[in-house]
T-cell receptor, first 112, second 114 residues
Framework: EDQVTQSPEALRLQEGESSSLNCSYT??????LFWYRQDPGKGPEFLFT???AGEEKEKERLKATLTKKESFLHITAPKPEDSATYLC?????????????FGEGTQLTVNP | NAGVMQNPRHLVRRRGQEARLRCSPM?????VYWYRQLPEEGLKFMVY????????ESGMPKERFSAEFPKEGPSILRIQQVVRGDSAAYFC????????????FGSGTRLTVV
C-alpha cells in the first residue's frame, strides 16, 4: 500500500527564516510526486510535479527536490503570505488511473 | 477561464437525508476525481471518472455512495441516508489527461450532517 508521511506537522517561522518541509514516501513504482498548497477553506493549489530522483523544480521562494525515498520543499526567505498547509502526494505506476495518495500535510505559519 | 466549479459550497443535511454534490470540470478536462477530507485528516481518494465511465472507485464506500459523470452536465457525488461520520469536505478535481498530471481542484463542498 502506498504511504506518504510529512514532517513536521506544523512549523512556525519568522519572516525571512528559510527552512525545509519533508515528505517521505513508500510506493510500488513512482509515476510522479506532487506538491500542493492549501489555504483554509479552499481546495489544494498545484505547485510542482517531480518524476525522477535528482529532479528539482523552483517557483518564486519554493524549491522542490526528489530522492528515491523522500522529497523536500525548501522555502527561502518566506513571507507571511506563504502561510498555508503544504500537501505532498504520490502517484504509483500500478494504479489503474490517476489516483493520488496524500500525506496529512505540514501547516506552515510565517510571522511578520 | 473558469476553474473547477463545485456547488454547493456548504450543505447541511439531517441524518437519513440524501446529499448531492456537483462538480463541473475545467473546460477541456475530461477526467474527474473526487476526494474526501475528514476533520484533522488528509485527502483520501474516492473515485475517478471519465465521461459516462467509472474508471476507479476503489476508494468509495461500498454502501450509500455513488458517483456519475454523464455525457452532458456536471459530475455528481451522491450520498444516500447520510450519517454524522459523512461530515467532511468533499473536493473535486479535474485534469486534461490521466496519468502523471497534476489536478486542478475545486474549492470543495463542506457537508455537515446534523
Amino acid at each position: 500500500e502506498d504511504q506518504v508521511t510529512q514532517s513536521p506537522e506544523a512549523l512556525r517561522l519568522q519572516e525571512g527564516e528559510s527552512s525545509s518541509l519533508n515528505c517521505s514516501y513508500t510506493v510500488s513504482g513512482l509515476r510522479g510526486l506532487f506538491w500542493y498548497r492549501q489555504d483554509p477553506g479552499k481546495g489544494p493549489e498545484f505547485l510542482f510535479t517531480l518524476y525522477s530522483a535528482g529532479e528539482e523544480k523552483e517557483k518564486e521562494r519554493l524549491k522542490a527536490t526528489l530522492t528515491k525515498k523522500e522529497s523536500f520543499l525548501h522555502i527561502t526567505a518566506p513571507k507571511p503570505e506563504d502561510s498555508a498547509t503544504y500537501l505532498c502526494a504520490v502517484q504509483a505506476q500500478e494504479t489503474s488511473g490517476s489516483r493520488l495518495t496524500f500525506g496529512e500535510g505540514t501547516q506552515l505559519t510565517v510571522n511578520p | 477561464n473558469a476553474g473547477v466549479m463545485q456547488n454547493p459550497r456548504h450543505l447541511v443535511r439531517r441524518r437519513g437525508q440524501e446529499a448531492r454534490l456537483r462538480c463541473s470540470p475545467m473546460k477541456g478536462h475530461s477526467h474527474v476525481y473526487w476526494y474526501r477530507q475528514l476533520p484533522e485528516e488528509g485527502l483520501k481518494f474516492m473515485v475517478y471518472l471519465q465521461k459516462e465511465n467509472i474508471i476507479d472507485e476503489s476508494g468509495m464506500p461500498k454502501e450509500r455512495f455513488s458517483a456519475e459523470f454523464p455525457k452532458e452536465g456536471p459530475s455528481i457525488l451522491r450520498i444516500q441516508q447520510v450519517v454524522r461520520g459523512d461530515s467532511a469536505a468533499y473536493f473535486c478535481a479535474s485534469s486534461p489527461l490521466g496519468q502523471g498530471y497534476g489536478y486542478t481542484f475545486g474549492s470543495g463542498t463542506r457537508l455537515t450532517v446534523v
